[in-house]
């Protein structure tokens, strides 16, 4: 019934009774049904708030959020306290979902209660700082309905919600682009103001050099976008593609508000792109594009035909797109458009039909080279059947003959023979005033078009007897012999009229051209009063005075101001402290990493920067890519930021020692969280051992890259198989007290597996019994998962001026061939220009090796990141793939070598059949097609 439009208030009663089900199905439905009639009935609501503070506590979040929707719809003010107390617990709750319900509860709850605004503000101060996508819309229009002034509690949330903005909804997006708009308005410095300084570079002709070089400096600070600023931009650019026409439009105002004038020119094509939609949508775009294309037509001068008018059109489309028309128009498009314009007069919509007219009217003022021609092709109009076709030519012809009407008798005098024939009052009354402006020049006809006019007076138009009495008194000053008595016969039969405009005007000219004794000293220049010298009409777009409304609003539609309209604020001539947006993020992230550890880690950088300095620029990548790998499965293992993997990245780069240490972490971190002094101590123990081998490692493996280049950085499984034996020998004795932990992380082949003891390493030392492993499985077991890589992604450093490269193994089949192995490239523009034309250039392969390159890329945004596919046969080695990496400018040499477990692929194989064929590792070899054969 609700649905319907239906009235169900009368059951008010029978619904509420049902509030209590225990079916979560009709709960739901009695939510609704109470929304939608708890502000009628709000004493029958009133009994069932009790049900509902018990609902909040549910541990279904749909049935809490439904409980606090329908809690903050009954408007009754007794209960305000317990709505803010629910909201308050709402935007604690673990379910993003409710919080969001918290948000839209703030609003309704600011809207009955205003004094509850301190409080409110500081819930929404809170929820801003919500991580959530599904709170982040919500809130933001919390904060625009309750304090939209304070935005102080914008700064230290500005970046995150820029970067939150891609994902989202689409309606939050809306608000949270409106709102960062007004934002950037006031912490940002204008960047138009570029325009406005090459302006001034004439001034300057007589300065000295060291002058204009300072006046050039100062322009150039003064230009300097904040990243902050630019951050707004970039993130908004991508919306322009959304499917919600709201959301395009939004970020179409937010660029035309906030971005440098050279970059608003993007906005077209999705604006024009929302042409197709429905005729609504149709009629907000081109209200705001004919604002815009009167400031900047150069913008949609590409898109001409996408403004012709179709007959399917509704007239105010048709209008508005005939106004968009007469902007764009200029000397090169005018003749196309004119040829248009032939078209449209001819329509059936007769409003559009005098539209056209209008419009072709101010062609012929803006466009000098086409007056005369317009002004032919509307006379022609004036023998149109039409009588609205004549009556509005008649009309515009009268405001193009007051530009120039020296030239154009014949034209007054060719009108002056429609008065019998026109009957449109507008019409009919310009013919009236141009025969009166031009009396002198149409002696013979202006009074025989009195006399007639005299005639039919009483029957005329208030507008037309207007003009009739201003004609007689413009002929009485001319041409009194003439005219004397039929102005006086006019005038006395203005005196009597009904209306008292008329009657006004009467007597007010009777005494001006009239002498007699009571004249004032006005009737000496009755002559100079009505026949002076009228300027032109200006015919201006009637969009002209809106662009000082933010584009998209209602105040803009409408061109009033809007009840709850938020007017733009101009740009500060100085940008406040962008220090307030900074938020303290690192430090967070350096609790997590244990102290001593980078410092550490810092000199075994610096080591490998140096090497890169010595070695060519191949072994440089290729020592990156060990770096990334290290990366990426610090990602895997621990969720930690970008910083602490790179940080991490020099142990993994010694490949022989990279297990040990990831136990060691793992202990690390165990001795930081369980409370047993026995297990602390013995980890420490571990620390240290683990520490002065890591070393020594570290040395032994940075000498061999010194001075055998490449070979450094692969280290062959032997070495490492060996070198692990003996620091599991050396740390045996030490972890009698804890045996489990060295069982357990031998078994833990898989990387799931290992993430998760690393995240949770309390769970590692339950008492379980021994598993019984034989030593010569053990042993498998530990070659066998030096062939597996602790995480599939590596990475080279960055490869050179801003491009930085990340490649990984998907561990899929490869699209490119069976015996290809997929790689993964990701690549960053770190700079803040454009890189052009990234490709894959000379390739140094080993004999029998394939690579399928990715197709080039055309361009690469500043800041912007983008992931390619490729393949690469390494023909069952673990030999090192070379290429160079290309952009426009540069060539980079890279190195990809794969490990050997990114060669196998894994077979199925049940349990029972593993047992029949017990694996041995010397039976273990590659197949042709990159499987695992027993």
């Not at 393949?871 to 890279?894: E, H, N, Y």
Request: glycine residues 4%.
């Amino acid at each position: 019934m609700i649905a319907k439009g239906k009235n169900a208030s009368e059951l008010f009663p029978a619904v509420v009774k049902n509030v209590a089900s225990k079916n979560i199905e009709i709960k739901k439905l009695v939510y609704v049904y109470l929304v939608r009639y708890a502000e009628e009935q709000q004493d029958l609501a009133l009994l069932s708030i009790s049900t509902f503070q018990r609902a909040l506590k549910d541990p279904n979040q749909l049935i809490r959020a439904s409980a606090l929707r329908v809690l903050s719809s009954i408007r009754v003010p007794i209960i305000v306290p317990i709505m803010m107390l629910a909201i308050k617990e709402a935007s604690a709750d673990l379910s993003p979902y409710v919080r969001k319900n918290a948000a839209h509860a703030i609003q309704k709850l600011y809207s009955l209660d205003p004094e509850q605004k301190e409080m409110l503000i500081e819930i929404i101060e809170k929820l801003l700082k919500d991580k959530s996508t599904l709170v982040a819309g919500s809130v933001v229009m919390a904060f625009e309905e309750v304090c939209p002034d304070r935005i102080d509690l914008i700064h230290k949330n500005y970046r995150k919600l820029c970067n939150l903005l891609v994902d989202v909804e689409e309606w939050g997006q809306v608000v949270i682009i409106h709102m960062l708009t007004r934002y950037a308005r006031t912490q940002f410095v204008s960047p138009w103001k570029e325009d406005d300084g090459l302006e001034d570079n004439e001034k300057d002709f007589y300065d000295s050099d060291e002058e204009q070089k300072e006046k050039s400096d100062k322009r150039k600070k003064a230009y300097t976008m904040d990243p902050d600023h630019r951050l707004l931009i970039r993130n908004t650019k991508p919306l322009l593609q959304s499917r919600n026409a709201a959301v395009v439009m939004a970020v179409a105002q937010l660029y035309w508000h906030i971005a440098p004038k050279s970059e608003v020119g993007i906005i077209s094509k999705p604006l024009v792109r929302l042409l197709r939609s429905n005729r609504e949508v149709q009629y907000i775009v081109l209200q705001n594009i004919a604002t815009m294309s009167i400031q900047r037509k150069g913008m949609f001068e590409p898109y001409l035909k996408s403004f012709y008018v179709r007959s399917t059109d509704p007239t105010m489309i048709k209008i508005l797109k005939l106004e968009i028309l007469t902007n764009l128009a200029n000397e090169a498009n005018i003749s196309t458009l004119l040829r248009e314009f032939q078209t449209y007069v001819k329509s059936q919509d007769k409003q559009f039909a005098a539209a056209t007219i209008q419009t072709i009217g101010r062609c012929a003022t803006n466009i000098s080279e086409v007056t005369d021609t317009c002004l032919n092709g509307l006379v022609c109009l004036l023998s149109n059947r039409d009588e609205i076709v004549v009556a509005e030519s008649v009309v515009v012809i009268k405001k193009l003959l007051q530009m120039q009407p020296i030239q154009h008798g014949e034209i007054i005098k060719h009108m002056a023979k429609l008065l019998d024939s026109i009957t449109v009052p507008v019409a009919r009354a310009s013919i009236l005033w141009l025969i009166g402006e031009n009396c002198e020049r149409v002696p013979i006809i202006a009074p025989d078009v009195l006399r007639k006019m005299a005639k039919s007076f009483t029957s005329e138009d208030d507008l037309v007897k207007l003009q009739i009495l201003n004609l007689g008194a413009k002929l009485y000053l001319t041409n009194s012999r003439q005219t004397k008595l039929l102005t006086q016969y006019i005038l006395n039969l203005g005196k009597y009229d009904q209306n008292y405009d008329i009657r006004d005007r009467t007597r007010f000219i009777r005494q001006l051209i009239v002498p007699n004794e009571k004249s004032g000293a006005l009737s000496k220049y009755a002559k100079k009063i009505f026949l002076a010298q009228k300027p032109a009409p200006l015919l201006e777009s009637p969009f002209k005075d809106r662009d000082h409304f933010q584009l998209g609003t209602l105040s803009h539609t409408l061109n009033t101001k809007a009840t709850g309209y938020l007017e733009l604020s101009n740009w500060p001539e100085v940008a406040p402290d962008p220090s307030v947006r900074n938020v303290e993020v690192i430090e967070l992230a350096k609790e997590w990493t244990p102290a001593g550890k980078a410092k550490k880690e810092k000199p075994d950088k610096k080591f490998y920067s140096e090497s890169e300095e010595e070695e060519d620029s191949s072994e440089s990548s290729s020592d990156s890519e060990s770096e990334s790998g290290s990366e990426s499965g610090e990602q895997d293992e621990e969720g930690d930021s970008s910083e602490d993997s790179s940080e991490d990245s020099s142990e993994h780069q010694s490949e022989s020692g990279s297990e040990s240490e990831a136990e060691n972490k793992r202990a690390g971190q165990k001795s930081s969280r369980t409370k047993g002094k026995r297990d602390s101590e013995d980890v420490d123990k571990e620390n240290e051992n683990s520490k002065t081998s890591d070393s020594s490692d570290a040395e032994s493996s940075s000498i061999e890259g010194s001075s055998s280049g490449s070979e450094s950085e692969s280290v062959s499984e032997s070495e490492s198989e060996s070198r692990k034996v003996t620091k599991e020998k050396g740390k045996k004795p030490k972890q009698d007290g804890n045996p489990l932990t060295k069982d357990v992380s031998l078994l833990d082949l898989d990387d799931s597996d290992s993430n998760h003891a690393s995240v949770n390493p309390v769970s590692t030392p339950v008492a379980l019994p021994v598993p019984a492993l034989s030593p010569s499985l053990i042993a498998d077991l530990e070659g066998l998962k030096t062939i597996f890589t602790n995480s599939p992604f590596l990475s080279f450093s960055n490869v050179g001026k801003g491009l930085a490269a990340h490649y990984s193994f998907p561990r899929q089949p490869c699209i490119f061939g069976d015996k290809m192995v997929s790689v993964q490239i990701t690549l960053n523009n770190t700079t803040d220009r454009k890189i052009e034309n990234i490709h894959i250039g000379e390739k140094k392969l080993p004999m029998g090796m394939q690579m399928h390159v990715f197709n080039p890329i055309g361009s690469l945004e500043p800041g912007g990141s983008i992931t390619v596919s490729m393949g690469i046969d390494f023909c069952d080695s673990t030999q090192t793939a070379s290429f160079q990496l290309c952009t426009k400018d540069d060539c980079f040499s890279v190195n990809i070598q794969p490990p050997v477990g990114e060669l196998l692929l894994p077979v199925a194989m049940s349990e029972k059949d593993f047992k029949k064929e017990p694996p041995n590792k010397s039976n273990f070899f590659l197949h042709e097609y990159g499987k695992i054969t027993a």
